[in-house]
């Protein structure tokens, strides 16, 4: 008997069952995770899922959604063929084509577009999904465009700015080692669930935790010595006011501050407009709580903070409240030591695991000339170190035809409920002449596009994957592509062969490509498949803790930047700040008549257990746990409103409406709502202006943008 089956024998006792487990992963959640599967398969079916116990990352745990995959990949709109639209957009009416006709069509399209505008008038988008995009990036760029968008217009990429405009491009908290966490706008237990064993473990062993977040949350219950439960969208005051209390008590390090930091003077003379009452009033926060957080985090050290992949950087002061937070810790030499925030590099798909990729080499080899980028004035500081379009002002770039016309729009995983005002998005495809989306569903976006190409799940394919410690993957599928679907990197191989690009390595596959990026780390494709599990890779070295102290921050002065020499450079011309200042959430539009027209302040999209973004709201089992859509109100604002729970109310601004049932809760603060997102009935992105952006990174202010609420 096989190990295998043994193990099946333990768990189906007295079974001939003629099932196989099989290893895969969990491709549902953020590339940080991405669990070990155990798979349950007969008869090329899929029975059940299970968290894998000996795979190094997740050791056996999955999460709500992991959970859902049977259900997620069984999906009753699973797209069977490729599909040509014959109905209006939107409509969704199409007829099933063969994929030689779809991509004889597209690839048609796209190179006319190509002669008659110029290779940039086609935009190239994803949505979440990350595992195809070196691949993808490269594809864009071996056709010519630097169109080149993803998901980071909105999500991850403003925090890694902040960064690197600090000291370095990824760093992250030393949780093991540490005596004091801030767990600042932290939504593990929802979001990243993996991250909570740490904490679990730093309470049980007698560390302290202040979780500083806009509701009540399991973590602040369960976990805060001090809790500060602010306004939202304060945080950046918060931050300086903590910076003056640690000036004013002497508890700066003042030996990192000299050796290691730039800048010190003016933010010192800047942060002192922070006093302790002014601060208590910006954030609703009393003073002895700010005080005794202040003190925990600055006197029981080492201590460090999590960072926040979107909340923070999702708000108009976005940038700089991760820059003030940043700052903190090195206010307080929390910086590259044990149990502080630790600088660290990505291996592959934005995951440290320990050893060097030649990812963006790959994709950068081929890149066209990158100033063409639309928007590269607009915002300057996305554009100093990105090498991606921000897609935000998608529908403002189609809509004026400036700087040049976008005539087709190419989408894997494309969402329009990804963008703020939505709507405006979806009118701006009339003047679009050709959309292709790809998706597993048939989705509302999907249902605008001219071609919809079918990809299939991680569970159909094979795909690379790193972990920390130093491990890599090659997953193989546990079951074939359900109807005709494809993977998404075949799919873009064989298109690309259709448009006969020139370029040799892209044509060979999608793993001659990953053989060419994890060149150097010790193992080929065909060594990985060797293995069900992760293995470890022979040349993985993890960076000891103190090398950037040692060899010097990525900032233009080789130090941490409490001004920001980057910024400086686009204070003039744009009247950007290098120190991390304070605004308010609604200084693009501070008219008191605004204010009074839309006097609460929404949350588009607090992160709930039972669906990651739109993917989940279709499984029966998700819907079962939250039926309907809801907007989080305080009863304290429903009584004023005469709102009962479950009443109909609609959530609106000048940008858009949805309309949805009330849930009262005291979680929440007087003076905001909370609407969770990717819903189609309910589609909250429609109600926050596409104009309400960060200016420094482009973001747009999903957490406490301006709107107004009325019983419908
Ligand atoms: N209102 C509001 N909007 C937000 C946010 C918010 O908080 N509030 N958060 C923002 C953030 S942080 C993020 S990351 C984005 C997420 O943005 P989205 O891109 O909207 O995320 P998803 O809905 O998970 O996925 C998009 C599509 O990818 C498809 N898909 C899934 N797997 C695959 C695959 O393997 N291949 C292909 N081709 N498609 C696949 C899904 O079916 C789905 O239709 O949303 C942003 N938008
Ligand atoms: N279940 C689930 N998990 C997910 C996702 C999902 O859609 N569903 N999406 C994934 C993605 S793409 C991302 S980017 C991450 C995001 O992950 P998180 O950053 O954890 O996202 P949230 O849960 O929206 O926000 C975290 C916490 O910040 C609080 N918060 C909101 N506004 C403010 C504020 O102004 N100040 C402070 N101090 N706190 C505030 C919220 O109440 C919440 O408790 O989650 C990932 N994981
Ligand atoms: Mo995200």
Same mark, same amino acid.
């Given at each position: 008997?096989?190990?295998?089956?043994?193990?099946?024998?333990?768990?189906?006792?007295?079974?001939?069952?003629?099932?196989?487990?099989?290893?895969?992963?969990?491709?549902?959640?953020?590339?940080?995770?991405?669990?070990?599967?155990?798979v349950?398969?007969?008869?090329?079916?899929?029975?059940? *899922?299970?968290?894998?116990?000996?795979?190094?990352?997740? =050791?056996?745990?999955?999460?709500?959604?992991?959970?859902?995959?049977?259900? $997620?990949?069984?999906?009753?709109?699973?797209?069977?063929?490729?599909?040509?639209? *014959?109905?209006?957009?939107?409509?969704?009416?199409?007829?099933?084509?063969?994929?030689?006709?779809?991509?004889?069509?597209?690839?048609?399209?796209?190179?006319?577009?190509?002669?008659?505008?110029?290779?940039?008038?086609v935009?190239?988008?994803?949505?979440?999904?990350?595992?195809?995009?070196p691949?993808?990036?490269?594809? *864009?760029?071996?056709?010519?465009? *630097?169109?080149?968008?993803?998901?980071?217009?909105?999500?991850?990429?403003?925090?890694?700015?902040?960064?690197?405009?600090?000291?370095?491009?990824?760093?992250?908290?030393d949780?093991?080692?540490?005596?004091?966490?801030?767990?600042?706008? /932290?939504?593990?237990?929802?979001?990243?669930?993996?991250?909570?064993?740490?904490?679990?473990?730093?309470?049980?062993?007698?560390?302290?935790?202040?979780?500083?977040?806009?509701?009540?949350?399991?973590?602040?219950?369960?976990?805060?010595?001090?809790?500060?439960?602010?306004?939202?969208?304060?945080?950046?005051?918060?931050?300086?006011?903590?910076?003056?209390?640690?000036?004013?008590?002497?508890?700066?390090?003042?030996?990192?501050?000299?050796?290691?930091?730039?800048?010190?003077?003016?933010y010192?003379?800047y942060?002192?407009?922070?006093?302790?009452?002014?601060?208590?009033?910006?954030?609703?926060?009393?003073?002895?709580?700010?005080?005794?957080?202040?003190?925990?985090?600055?006197?029981?050290?080492?201590?460090?903070?999590?960072f926040?992949?979107?909340?923070?950087?999702? =708000?108009?002061?976005g940038?700089?409240?991760?820059?003030?937070?940043?700052?903190?810790?090195?206010?307080?030499?929390?910086?590259?030591?044990?149990?502080?925030?630790?600088?660290?590099?990505?291996?592959?798909?934005?995951?440290p695991?320990?050893?060097?990729?030649?990812?963006?080499? $790959?994709?950068?080899?081929k890149?066209?000339?990158?100033?063409?980028?639309?928007?590269?004035?607009?915002?300057?500081? /996305?554009?100093?170190?990105?090498?991606?379009t921000?897609a935000?002002?998608?529908?403002?770039?189609?809509?004026?035809?400036?700087?040049?016309?976008?005539?087709?729009?190419?989408?894997?995983?494309?969402?329009?409920?990804?963008?703020?005002?939505?709507?405006?998005?979806?009118?701006?495809?009339?003047?679009?002449?050709?959309?292709?989306?790809?998706?597993?569903?048939?989705?509302?976006?999907?249902?605008?596009?001219?071609?919809?190409?079918?990809?299939?799940?991680?569970?159909?394919?094979?795909?690379?994957?790193? $972990?920390?410690?130093?491990?890599?993957?090659?997953?193989?599928?546990?079951i074939?592509?359900?109807?005709?679907s494809?993977?998404?990197?075949?799919?873009l191989?064989?298109?690309?062969?259709?448009?006969?690009?020139?370029?040799?390595?892209?044509?060979?596959?999608?793993?001659?490509?990953?053989?060419?990026?994890? =060149?150097?780390?010790?193992?080929?494709?065909? #060594?990985?498949?060797?293995?069900?599990?992760?293995?470890?890779?022979?040349?993985?070295?993890?960076?000891?803790?103190?090398?950037?102290l040692?060899?010097?921050f990525?900032?233009?002065?080789?130090?941490?930047?409490?001004?920001?020499?980057?910024?400086?450079?686009?204070?003039?011309?744009?009247?950007?700040?290098?120190?991390?200042?304070?605004?308010?959430?609604?200084?693009?539009?501070p008219?008191?008549?605004?204010?009074?027209?839309?006097?609460?302040?929404?949350?588009?999209?607090?992160?709930?257990?039972?669906?990651?973004?739109?993917?989940?709201?279709?499984?029966?089992?998700?819907?079962?746990?939250?039926?309907?859509?809801?907007?989080?109100?305080?009863?304290?604002?429903?009584?004023?409103?005469?709102?009962?729970?479950?009443?109909?109310?609609e959530?609106?601004?000048?940008?858009?409406?949805?309309?949805?049932?009330?849930?009262?809760?005291?979680?929440?603060?007087?003076?905001?709502?909370?609407?969770?997102?990717?819903?189609?009935?309910?589609?909250?992105?429609?109600?926050?202006?596409? #104009?309400?952006?960060?200016?420094?990174?482009?973001?747009?202010?999903?957490?406490?943008?301006?709107?107004?609420?009325?019983?419908v």
């Amino acid at each position: 008997m096989t190990e295998l089956e043994r193990k099946i024998k333990a768990k189906i006792p007295g079974a001939d069952t003629g099932i196989e487990v099989k290893k895969s992963l969990c491709a549902i959640c953020s590339p940080g995770n991405h669990c070990g599967l155990d798979v349950y398969v007969k008869d090329g079916k899929i029975l059940k *899922v299970e968290g894998t116990p000996e795979h190094p990352y997740n =050791q056996g745990h999955i999460c709500t959604k992991g959970a859902m995959n049977r259900a $997620y990949i069984y999906r009753k709109d699973r797209i069977r063929t490729p599909l040509r639209r *014959v109905g209006k957009r939107g409509e969704g009416k199409f007829e099933p084509i063969t994929w030689e006709e779809a991509y004889a069509e597209i690839a048609e399209k796209l190179n006319r577009v190509k002669d008659d505008y110029g290779a940039n008038s086609v935009a190239f988008t994803t949505g979440y999904c990350k595992w195809y995009r070196p691949y993808y990036h490269r594809f *864009v760029y071996a056709f010519g465009s *630097v169109n080149y968008s993803t998901d980071d217009c909105t999500c991850y990429r403003a925090m890694v700015l902040a960064n690197e405009c600090t000291m370095c491009r990824a760093q992250g908290p030393d949780i093991a080692h540490t005596n004091t966490l801030m767990a600042w706008a /932290w939504g593990g237990f929802y979001s990243d669930h993996l991250s909570v064993g740490e904490v679990e473990e730093l309470k049980a062993r007698g560390g302290k935790i202040v979780v500083i977040d806009s509701r009540i949350t399991r973590a602040s219950q369960r976990f805060a010595d001090v809790f500060l439960h602010i306004r939202p969208g304060t945080d950046g005051a918060l931050a300086l006011g903590m910076a003056k209390i640690i000036l004013d008590n002497g508890w700066a390090d003042m030996d990192f501050i000299r050796r290691y930091t730039y800048g010190f003077e003016e933010y010192a003379a800047y942060v002192k407009q922070f006093d302790l009452e002014r601060v208590a009033r910006i954030t609703g926060l009393n003073l002895a709580d700010i005080m005794e957080a202040t003190r925990l985090f600055a006197t029981n050290g080492p201590a460090c903070c999590n960072f926040s992949a979107s909340t923070l950087t999702q =708000q108009y002061n976005g940038f700089q409240t991760h820059r003030a937070i940043l700052c903190l810790l090195g206010l307080t030499g929390n910086i590259d030591r044990p149990g502080g925030n630790i600088p660290s590099s990505n291996t592959y798909l934005c995951r440290p695991a320990g050893f060097k990729s030649r990812e963006s080499q $790959y994709y950068m080899e081929k890149a066209p000339d990158l100033t063409q980028m639309f928007l590269y004035d607009k915002f300057p500081i /996305w554009y100093e170190y990105c090498h991606e379009t921000q897609a935000i002002t998608l529908a403002d770039v189609i809509l004026s035809g400036e700087p040049y016309p976008i005539k087709a729009l190419y989408g894997v995983g494309m969402n329009f409920k990804m963008y703020p005002q939505t709507d405006k998005l979806v009118k701006a495809l009339d003047q679009i002449d050709f959309f292709v989306n790809t998706d597993l569903f048939m989705t509302y976006t999907s249902k605008f596009a001219d071609i919809v190409l079918p990809c299939c799940s991680s569970l159909e394919r094979g795909e690379f994957k790193v $972990y920390p410690g130093g491990y890599g993957v090659y997953t193989k599928p546990v079951i074939q592509p359900l109807y005709e679907s494809k993977s998404d990197t075949d799919i873009l191989c064989e298109l690309a062969r259709y448009m006969e690009l020139d370029d040799p390595l892209l044509l060979e596959g999608y793993e001659a490509s990953v053989d060419y990026i994890m =060149q150097g780390c010790g193992l080929t494709v065909e #060594q990985f498949k060797q293995s069900d599990l992760p293995v470890k890779m022979p040349n993985a070295a993890p960076t000891p803790v103190g090398t950037t102290l040692r060899n010097g921050f990525t900032t233009p002065s080789g130090k941490f930047e409490f001004y920001s020499n980057v910024v400086a450079r686009y204070e003039k011309s744009h009247g950007l700040s290098p120190l991390p200042v304070y605004i308010p959430s609604f200084a693009d539009d501070p008219s008191p008549e605004f204010a009074r027209e839309y006097p609460f302040f929404l949350s588009a999209g607090c992160r709930i257990p039972n669906t990651l973004h739109s993917r989940l709201h279709e499984v029966p089992w998700s819907r079962a746990i939250r039926p309907e859509p809801m907007v989080e109100i305080h009863p304290d604002d429903a009584r004023r409103l005469d709102i009962h729970d479950g009443d109909l109310v609609e959530v609106y601004s000048p940008s858009g409406s949805v309309t949805v049932k009330a849930m009262l809760t005291r979680r929440i603060h007087t003076g905001t709502v909370e609407v969770a997102h990717g819903y189609t009935e309910a589609n909250i992105s429609q109600v926050v202006s596409d #104009q309400h952006q960060n200016p420094y990174t482009g973001f747009p202010g999903y957490k406490a943008s301006r709107c107004n609420i009325r019983k419908v």
